[in-house]
């Protein structure tokens, strides 16, 4: 499985950007899949994850109510739509899936449990 995320860039506070993660080889849809970032001097953490089967979520207290996950089985892709944007956002995001994970099962907030990931694309939040 290779995953390709994008839609990173440069926005001010209070925007919006849409991330995407696309996956090729064995298809992702039968797994659980997730959005981490890590800021500079940071250790990677969990922004959201959304099950195989029914788009269960997922969401860090952190980023509820301002970022959506979704995903669209039949391109093979998982979104980020991340609102009301701050500095504090800042971060490389990466996708993930985890091959554990499939049907209704919850999607875990762990890094530990996925298998894949994606190179990382860059969100910078200016105040």
């Known amino acids: 499985v290779q995953l390709q995320a994008s839609g990173g860039g440069l926005v001010q506070a209070g925007g919006s950007l849409r991330l995407s993660c696309a996956a090729s080889g064995r298809t992702a849809t039968r797994y659980a899949m997730g959005w981490f970032r890590q800021a500079p001097g940071k250790e990677r953490e969990f922004v959201a994850a959304?099950?195989?089967?029914?788009?269960?979520?997922r969401y860090a207290e952190s980023v509820k109510a301002r970022f959506t996950i979704s995903r669209e089985n039949v391109k093979n892709t998982v979104y980020l739509q991340m609102n009301n944007l701050s500095p504090e956002d800042t971060a490389v995001y990466y996708c993930a899936i985890d091959q554990a994970s499939t049907g209704f099962a919850l999607p875990p907030t762990r890094a530990g449990p996925y298998d894949y990931w994606g190179q990382g694309t860059q969100v910078t939040v200016s105040s």
């Open positions: 959304i099950s195989a089967i029914s788009s269960i979520a």
